[in-house]
């Protein structure tokens, strides 16, 4: 199993909604990102996680919120979003620790529109 | 912190010609270059890569070399096909830190 699953593959939530966005992997990988990736534009990390810890913050907005269950889940926490964080949010997993150690297999992603 | 830049941002070409696509990164520290290919609505999908320690690989129509010492590396399809359109992100990264990606280059094959 190659793949990495997200769901849900669409959402539609309103500026005072909660709800998450989930990600999983049996390829056994040590290290999970999330990143947020709007039109035209290359992705950007948000979060990594390296065995199961979060490793890397880039100074996202306390309204996202991650979580790793486990080595085979991540989470991503949404409450209280604005329209401009409208956007395809990607996970993507590696093999060992976060970085150079090989390559990032990416999820479908989830298509995020916040009205 | 690293930082990779991608040129062009656009690039159209014939069937059947070559494209060359350059990246050139910040950070010596930086030992592994991928490229990725994404087509409109999908995922990011590796197309090739490249470490530190090698200057030029090669898989049937696509090739990465590298130059490490002035910090450069770039993407190259032979016989290009109208299913090569896409967008290509080239990245950096060194072994515990982030990804860096390029801001990508918009590839259009004319049949």
């Known amino acids: 199993d190659t793949e990495v699953t997200q769901t849900p593959k669409h959402l539609v939530m309103g500026m005072t909604n909660k709800k998450s966005l989930k990600c999983e992997q049996h390829m056994g990988h040590r290290a999970m990102y999330w990143y947020k990736q709007k039109a035209k534009k290359p992705p950007e990390l948000m979060f990594v996680y390296s065995y199961e810890k979060l490793s890397i913050n880039e100074s996202v907005p306390s309204r996202f919120s991650p979580e790793c269950p486990n080595s085979s889940l991540l989470n991503l926490h949404l409450h209280a979003l604005q329209p401009e964080d409208s956007a395809l949010y990607l996970c993507a997993s590696s093999a060992g620790g976060a970085g150079g150690s090989g390559e990032l297999f990416f999820g479908e992603g989830s298509r995020l529109t916040v009205l | 912190g690293e930082n990779v830049e991608q040129h062009p941002s656009t690039l159209s070409v014939q069937e059947g010609d070559s494209a060359v696509i350059k990246c050139t990164y910040s950070?010596?520290?930086?030992?592994?270059f991928p490229w990725y290919k994404q087509e409109l609505g999908k995922r990011p999908q590796l197309i090739i890569d490249?470490?530190?320690?090698?200057g030029e690989k090669k898989d049937q129509r696509i090739a990465v070399t590298l130059n490490k010492t002035a910090k450069h590396f770039s993407l190259h399809i032979t016989e290009t096909q109208p299913e090569d359109s896409a967008v290509y992100f080239c990245a950096a990264t060194t072994y515990g830190q982030n990804f860096v990606f390029g801001p990508g280059t918009r590839l259009s094959v004319l049949p």
């Open positions: 490249i470490r530190s320690n090698v």
């Open positions: 950070d010596s520290a930086s030992n592994y």
